[in-house]
């Protein structure tokens, strides 16, 4: 039997995926493919095309056209669910210079024959010798355990760059997109207020009539407004800029030349490409002096972001609170990626290490892109920033890439820097690592491509002065700094504990035994000389008996809490609130959702408090503030996408959704919903879409429909009640694995299927 309807999405060595899966298609994902609609509409970098590729090639005005770096890409496809539990068992590959030649079934570059392997990701070229600066075809077909055979996929296509390289990690150029106010309105006789409904990085283009070409008009660009007008002096770092215009006689277009900010222009920052331009953020338009009515198609924000399928994801519950702060951290992402790397925002424009590993959790959490992610890694390994804990995050993004992509051409690249990033140089007797000991020496900073002094942050923003005993205010609930920092280590640790599972991934038998024997030394010396016995709690260093909400909320987060122990040290972790800054709340819920904390962290989620996500959306932004409000860092960004944990925590903790295997090839599927009555989701993985919904009455019942990707297997953890309760999939009982407070269905196919548990 044959499988109809095929469509296979391609991809290189580089990440973007955002296509649509369309039912009982096998979907090909692909560089140059940037959507595949269910009616196969086309798209090449967000531009539509008839045919995928002589649109662009042929001379589309403004057309940038993505381009692969390297001779040896690597190629993927979405498997149709035919059925529960499909899965590949072989594929056939072809690769051609000439379209012609798929047309005939052929190729004249590579025919892999049928390989009967189940891959269907990360499929390494294996023909004839690439050239730069060729565009390339290729299609591909696949077999499923019935000995079903699929049809060929359409026909995808790629271009190499014109100077190829032996590794690089290649990007999409930004994107462009006309949008229109959502209202205008007339607020005196020659001024108009546009709302433009979010707030984006962009410019702004006008259609105005002048009868003379004598008049002159002033624009207001601005994140916030008052009184009905541009807020002309919005405070912190809100951005607000005015321009002035003179016009010509008749109807004329003027496109605002954006004036370049020096704060984020400087030499760290990374400037706007040139095809682009410069861009401000802003929501509001006023218009000055213009005594013409003025219509909504004669304004229009020119939006600059990297591409991005608003309808990769989707997330909608029972909670209007929670819906909200999905809403605005999922909006966040797309906004805050207008240069093609995470940055801080717009103030200084700065990648940043802490920045980098939340937008790339949040990014895998509302679309199919894995590129930006890699690249904004790979640029923090060569430039990275000062922060000791910062420098540690290297290797924890690492390894997310690793298990969200299956990918491990990175981690071989890059080893040697990821060795060095543990900073296991600077480790004593008992495994603890510091950075105030004389041991950062010239040449472990040459190792971290770093020339400047390294210091501990634990948290941002501080009030005090770096480098004393003790941060008074600021966000690190008092913290004292010590030289055995505990935070640091905890970093630290987990940064052992990857490293050893890299190793392992590459085969490195020696530095895994090493790396996992270094873990299992400093996690008995951190709960020795760290943990306080008697309260129960971490200190925050040894030389302090000081214990702060990071101190255990980190260790917590990082697997190093003996079981014994969880209890006093989430009660503490409690009785602090949010005692942390944005950028520490996606620890602090990581480390409440790893305990199992349902309960609090949907309270955490979906607090009104001042220090809450709703608070952003109280004060009026439409993308993620920098800190928890205006009072707690006063020049703060108002774009700040590391304010954006919500757009991760909700797919991955309370929603339950991680790779258990690389590449998603198995899928932990454990939903926490804590009060919460109902949620659905679609969340993107490499293999296609996973969507879920659940109706919950807590301690009473809980059903669940899931619906699980081909070529795939996920482990299902459902509420445990009692010994008594009833456990069905699809309406037939079913066995488990109690774990907890969890029933364990382990190895679950693909397809659909509906869970229920009464008690």
């Known amino acids: 039997m044959r499988i109809k309807k095929i469509i296979v999405l391609a991809f290189s060595y580089f990440f973007l995926l955002p296509i649509i899966h369309a039912q009982d298609q096998v979907v090909p994902y692909g560089l140059t493919v940037n959507l595949l609609s269910q009616a196969e509409q086309v798209y090449i970098n967000g531009y539509p095309a008839n045919t995928p590729l002589e649109k662009a090639v042929l001379g589309r005005e403004n057309f940038q056209f993505t381009e692969i770096s390297t001779p040896v890409p690597f190629f993927g496809w979405m498997v149709p669910v035919q059925g529960e539990n499909t899965h590949q068992t072989a594929y056939q590959l072809l690769v051609a210079s000439e379209r012609d030649f798929l047309f005939k079934d052929s190729a004249d570059l590579w025919d892999s024959g049928k390989v009967d392997k189940s891959c269907s990701v990360n499929v ?99 994140e916030t407004e008052k009184n009905g007008a541009v807020n002309r002096s919005p405070g912190a770092s809100i951005r607000y800029s005015q321009y002035k215009i003179g016009l010509d006689r008749g109807w004329k277009t003027y496109v605002i030349a954006i004036r370049p900010d020096k704060r984020n222009t400087g030499p760290q920052a990374v400037l706007m490409p040139e095809y682009i331009g410069e861009v401000t953020p802003f929501r509001y338009c006023e218009v000055e002096n213009y005594k013409h009515l003025l219509q909504e198609k004669d304004l229009i924000r020119e939006t600059v972001f990297y591409p991005f399928n608003d309808f990769d994801s989707y997330f909608h519950s029972s909670d209007t609170i929670l819906n909200q702060v999905w809403d605005i951290s999922k909006y966040s992402i797309k906004a805050t990626s207008f240069l093609g790397i995470y940055v801080d925002g717009d103030r200084e424009r700065i990648p940043y290490e802490a920045d980098a590993l939340i937008n790339q959790l949040s990014h895998y959490g509302v679309a199919r892109d894995y590129s930006m992610a890699r690249y904004s890694h790979e640029y923090l390994i060569r430039k990275p920033t000062w922060p000791t804990e910062w420098h540690l995050q290297s290797v924890l993004i690492a390894w997310e890439d690793y298990m969200y992509t299956g990918n491990t051409l990175s981690l071989a690249h890059f080893y040697e820097d990821l060795q060095a990033k543990t900073l296991v140089a600077l480790s004593d007797e008992n495994g603890f690592i510091s950075t105030r000991t004389g041991k950062v020496t010239p040449e472990v900073l040459q190792s971290v491509h770093f020339n400047g002094e390294m210091r501990d942050i634990v948290d941002w923003p501080h009030t005090g002065i770096l480098g004393l005993e003790k941060e008074e205010g600021g966000e690190t609930d008092g913290f004292v700094f010590t030289d055995i920092n505990t935070v640091v280590n905890a970093f630290h640790y987990r940064t052992l504990v990857l490293m050893a599972q890299i190793a392992e991934t590459l085969g490195k038998t020696d530095d895994q035994k090493f790396y996992k024997e270094r873990a299992t030394k400093l996690k008995q010396s951190f709960n020795k000389y ?50 942390c800054s944005v950028y520490g709340s996606q620890f602090l819920l990581d480390a409440i959702y790893n305990a199992n904390d349902a309960g609090y962290g949907l309270q955490l989620l979906t607090s009104t408090g001042e220090r809450s996500w709703y608070n952003m959306v109280r004060v009026g932004s439409t993308i993620t503030l920098e800190a928890w409000d205006n009072k707690y860092k006063p020049n703060q960004d108002w774009n700040h996408a590391w304010g954006a944990a919500p757009a ?29 009555k109902s949620a659905e989701i679609k969340h993107p993985t490499i293999r296609g879409d996973v969507t879920m919904s659940f109706n919950n009455n807590p301690g009473q019942s809980f059903r669940l429909e899931v619906d699980i990707p081909a070529n795939t297997t996920a482990d299902i953890s459902l509420p445990f009640y009692s010994r008594s309760q009833t456990t069905r999939i699809n309406g037939q009982p079913v066995k488990y694995r109690r774990d907890g407070n969890f029933s364990v269905i382990e190895n679950i196919g693909s397809g659909k299927w509906v869970f229920v548990v009464e008690h």
């Open 648 to 676: 991760n925590l909700i797919p991955r903790k309370l929603m339950g959704i991680e790779p258990l295997e690389p590449g998603f090839r198995k899928i932990r599927i454990k939903p926490q919903p804590g009060s919460l």
């Open 530 to 579: 760290l943990f306080d016995n008697k309260r129960g709690v971490y200190i925050d260093g040894i030389g302090t008996d000081h214990a702060s909400l990071h101190a255990n909320m980190f260790p917590l987060a990082f697997g190093l809490v003996p079981e014994k122990q969880i209890d006093s040290v989430l009660n503490f972790i409690r009785s602090r609130g949010m005692a």
């Open 124 to 222: 390494l070229y294996s023909g004839k010798q690439l050239e730069p600066d060729k565009v390339y075809f290729w299609k591909v077909k696949t077999w499923n355990q019935h000995g079903e055979e699929s049809d060929f996929s359409q026909i995808s296509t790629f271009k190499t760059a014109k100077k190829l390289t032996d590794y690089a990690t290649d990007r999409y150029p930004i994107q462009k997109q006309d949008e229109y106010p959502v209202k205008i309105n007339r607020i005196g006789e020659m001024r108009h207020f546009a709302d433009f409904g979010k707030a984006a990085f962009g410019r702004i283009r006008v259609n105005l009539y002048s009868d003379t070409g004598t008049d002159s008009i002033i624009i207001h660009l601005g």
